[in-house]
């Protein structure tokens, strides 16, 4: 839950303060990815858990890349 609260939270201050969802997710997605990271390494969470960060962090890269503008 607390990891979901931190890419909620990073979604949209970033979408507020740039209008670029795209670009908020990718962010958002990172910046999970590395709480996650921290977290796993102090086993705090499951490596499953971690996988889904790391999967958040690659979507929201793949949707920055797709755009079109």
Do not use: P, Q
Request: proline share 0%; aromatic share 18%; glycine share 14%.
């Amino acid at each position: 839950m607390f990891l979901i609260a931190i890419y909620v939270i990073v979604l949209i201050g970033f979408y507020k303060a740039k209008e670029d969802f795209k670009g908020a997710m990718a962010v958002a997605g990172y910046g999970t990815f590395v709480v996650a990271l921290f977290f796993w390494i102090g086993g705090f969470v499951s490596g499953i858990t971690f996988g889904m960060a790391i999967a958040g962090a690659i979507l929201g890269t793949l949707v920055l890349l797709m755009d079109n503008n």
